[in-house]
């Protein structure tokens, strides 16, 4: 039994006691002993502090062996109070509740947040690369010792990572999270079937969420997908592909793992989205000056058309982006969050499109 519920049980007890004392002092003491009298006698008896009696049991056989049953169960029930109150305060219980509390107050103030159902063996892989990026993102997780050992074994960096306690399948659990304003979630527990559980109630809780499920049966993943999951991931298949190419480009791979794990610097591939309210919009990559002015090198731009949508590799200087265009780049993560936020909220980054 934890600690806290150690406490909740003392307590509950040690009112039931109270309770019933009161009740037997005012029924075997007769109609002159009142409710304070009996609650008084009941408190000085539990507690053993030595108080003389409010409630005469001299001359009442039956009321003063009731007083013997209460004074021996408030003997043994004050020492596991006490002792359930000490070990909260000694192993840290008391500080975590109000850091518990403080830590919600954090996760309700988040907006654009990213969710990981799951801190395993695939969820842990999620969160290091959203800390390393700088991504404002809730861990749900059923199990603190999960968290714990995650945050002994990463390191203080995660001191100060935000989680949610309890199952991820469960819809107060998810909104303690801010799922309604969250911006991205992984489902990324062991079962295919609970995280396709969450994809329906994230989905409904949250239509403009983007989604992305671990899935380890394919059938699994047709439903995930038709029941509102952006994507599906299969460790399975990424582990396959990445056996295949340390065979045939073991160079490639060891760029790509030189991206994901140095340290000094977070060498990354992302995109850049060109909203209604861009300046960017109609203007041409050359114009930009993405290598320049951000460091950043330009791999693909992805153009709605219609319906469809296709990416183009290496685009020339000359290709002019459009409402709609996603612009993937490398670069640090800093000079892309830079060039995001122009992208999106710098009006004086405006250029004439040539």
């Not at 989680?163 to 295919?192: C, N, P, S």
């Not at 994507?231 to 990424?238: D, K, Y």
């Not at 409402?323 to 909220?345: C, E, Q």
Request: hydrophobic share 45%.
């Amino acid at each position: 039994m934890n600690l806290r519920r150690r406490l909740y049980v003392a307590a509950v007890v040690l009112l039931v006691v109270v309770s019933a004392s009161v009740a037997g002092y005012r029924l075997l003491g007769g109609l002159s002993v009142t409710f304070l009298q009996a609650l008084y006698m009941a408190i000085i008896t539990l507690a053993g502090v030595g108080y003389s009696e409010i409630v005469d049991t001299s001359h009442n056989p039956e009321l003063r062996i009731f007083n013997i049953f209460v004074v021996l169960v408030g003997v043994t029930l004050m020492v596991y109070v006490f002792s359930a109150v000490t070990a909260f305060l000694v192993e840290g219980e008391l500080t975590n509740f109000f850091w518990r509390r403080k830590m919600q107050k954090r996760i309700s103030n988040l907006t654009n947040h990213h969710i990981i159902c799951g801190l395993g063996t695939t969820g842990r892989h999620a969160v290091e690369e959203l800390h390393k990026t700088g991504t404002p993102y809730v861990v749900i997780e059923s199990h603190e010792d999960n968290i714990n050992k995650f945050r002994e074994h990463a390191g203080e960096d995660y001191k100060e990572m935000l989680y949610v306690i309890g199952d991820a399948t469960d819809e107060e659990i998810l909104e303690q999270a801010g799922v309604d304003r969250a911006k991205g979630m992984i489902a990324g527990l062991a079962a295919d079937k609970d995280n396709l559980v969450i994809t329906v109630m994230v989905r409904q809780s949250n239509p403009a969420i983007r989604i992305v499920a671990r899935c380890t049966d394919q059938k699994f993943s047709e439903r995930m997908l038709k029941a509102g999951a952006n994507s599906t991931v299969s460790p399975n298949r990424i582990g396959g592909l990445r056996l295949a190419s340390e065979l045939v480009r073991p160079h490639v791979v060891s760029f790509l793992d030189l991206m994901l794990k140095e340290q000094s610097r977070t060498l990354r591939i992302e995109d850049i989205e060109i909203g209604a309210t861009s300046p960017w919009t109609g203007s041409a990559l050359q114009a930009l000056n993405m290598r320049s002015k951000y460091n950043l090198l330009v791999l693909a731009v992805k153009t709605a058309e219609g319906k469809e949508s296709r990416f183009r590799a290496n685009p020339p200087d000359d290709f002019k982006l459009e409402l709609g265009s996603v612009v993937v780049v490398m670069g640090d993560v800093n000079d892309i969050r830079r060039a995001r936020h122009d992208a999106a909220h710098d009006k004086t980054t405006a250029v004439v499109a040539v």
